[in-house]
């Protein structure tokens, strides 16, 4: 069966700097790995999929991933963090013969701290 | 745009009630799920359902069911409410062509209080 770990229930950067939000995974066949945003009192939002046509994924808000095999890793970063980035941020898996099921990460929340 | 609704953004209930959850999207996608939300513990599939009357447990099924009778809309039913049902349900529908990295999209959310 499938799994993600997310390290880091909580992460704080100062505004401008780096982020990185990190997921490892479990899976016997080839993944499909999702990052999702929440914005508070919201509904989970696509920031990007990774789907094997390129191990470097870019998402939207400035955000990417990289798929890293050897790691079992989907890091997500983003080079200079904004206010309005802080949110919770979930990392999914789906895999073939699942039924298009995802099984999620239990989230990160980022503050973003002037 | 995707848009998927949920009839309730708060909900407030008593123990033993039955209690509706309704979840309509306009994409006519084949798959739709429910979720339950919890800090510290992620998103939690309760039911999915890959077409119409067709429904399959998910990894938390234990005190509710489901009803999906046209395509579009997706029910989650507490069958007698508990307060350990207290939570945050998040509906998603994807669409069921175009292979497995087809993502999931979201409605906004019930919160659930059960007193």
């Known amino acids: 069966a499938q799994s993600v770990t997310q390290l880091g229930s909580h992460v704080s950067v100062s505004e401008g700097a780096l982020v990185l939000l990190r997921c490892n995974y479990s899976?016997?066949?080839?993944?499909?790995l999702f990052w999702y945003v929440q914005y508070p009192n919201q509904g989970l939002q696509l920031l990007l999929k990774?789907?094997?046509?390129?191990?470097l994924v870019k998402g939207i808000n400035g955000f990417e991933a990289e798929f890293k095999k050897s790691e079992t890793s989907f890091h997500l970063t983003k080079p200079s963090a904004h206010m309005s980035d802080a949110a919770e941020y979930f990392c999914?898996?789906?895999?073939?013969?699942?039924?298009?099921?995802?099984?999620f990460g239990t989230g990160t929340r980022l503050q973003v701290t002037l | 745009d995707v848009k998927v609704t949920q009839s309730s953004r708060y909900l407030v209930k008593r123990t033993g009630e039955k209690v509706f959850l309704e979840c309509v999207q306009d994409?006519?996608?084949?798959?739709m799920f429910w979720y339950r939300q919890d800090p510290g513990l992620g998103l939690r599939l309760i039911y999915f359902?890959?077409?119409?009357?067709?429904?399959e447990k998910g990894d938390i099924p234990e005190g509710y069911s489901v009803s999906r009778e046209k395509k579009e809309r997706f029910s989650l039913i507490l069958e007698s409410a508990s307060t350990n049902q207290t939570s945050m349900y998040l509906c998603?529908?994807?669409?069921?062509?175009?292979?497995?990295?087809?993502?999931?999209?979201f409605g906004d959310g019930t919160r659930l209080s059960i007193l």
């Open positions: 998603a529908s994807r669409s069921g062509t175009g292979g497995f990295n087809q993502p999931q999209h």
């Open positions: 899976s016997s066949v080839p993944p499909y």
């Open positions: 990774y789907t094997s046509a390129a191990t």
């Open positions: 999914a898996v789906s895999i073939t013969g699942t039924a298009s099921k995802l099984t």
């Open positions: 994409m006519d996608h084949e798959n």
């Open positions: 359902s890959y077409d119409v009357k067709m429904k």
